[in-house]
């Protein structure tokens, strides 16, 4: 690894199809489209979880991706909104369309250790801590990673937890 290249962790999500593709595919062939933002593309099992807020919507797919990567925290998020888009992805300014089934989501939720918050870019995600459907997966590809604010392992949030909902698919 260069000192250019900076560890990146990316959530992937599904719960609707795209092109026959089960929620599962998509995010298989996801993290092979995030081999052209990186590389040592590393991604965890799958779990699931139920959709939120609704939980009568499709259960969602989720995984972690670890990779190392020279590009800058903008253009990697840059990055993960056309593989989103190539996916069938469309984002919709709609607040009521927010948490609506899609076929692929992809967050970036930590790059190294840096610590960055402006209006287009928080890193780490500010949700890691509270989410098990990010912090499961997590730990599998990446259990010695800690918050770069708080300190905290992985192991710790998810004790943390007040409830877990997700499961190894």
């Known amino acids: 690894m260069t000192n250019t290249q900076r560890k990146a962790l990316i959530g992937l999500g599904s719960n609707k199809a795209w092109h026959g593709k089960s929620p599962a595919e998509v995010l298989s062939l996801a993290a092979k489209a995030l ?4 590389q040592g593309v590393r991604l965890s099992p799958l779990y699931c979880s139920p959709a939120w807020p609704d939980p009568s919507q499709p259960e969602y797919r989720n995984a972690v991706v670890c990779l190392e990567s020279a590009l800058e925290p903008h253009a990697l998020l840059a990055g993960l909104q056309v593989i989103e888009a ?3 992805r469309v984002r919709s300014g709609d607040p009521a369309l927010r948490y609506a089934p899609r076929t692929l989501d992809l967050d970036l939720l930590a790059v190294g250790d840096l610590v960055m ?18 912090l499961l997966p997590l ?11 708080t300190g905290q392992s992985v192991s710790a949030m998810i004790k943390a937890l007040p409830i ?5 698919a």
């Open 139 to 149: 730990r599998d590809v990446e259990p010695a990673w800690q918050h770069p604010i």
């Open 164 to 168: 877990i909902t997700c499961a190894k």
């Open 117 to 134: 918050e402006d209006v287009d870019l928080q890193l780490p995600h500010p949700r890691v801590p509270e989410r098990d459907f990010v």
């Open 35 to 38: 081999g052209s933002l990186g």
């Open 86 to 88: 190539g996916f069938g």
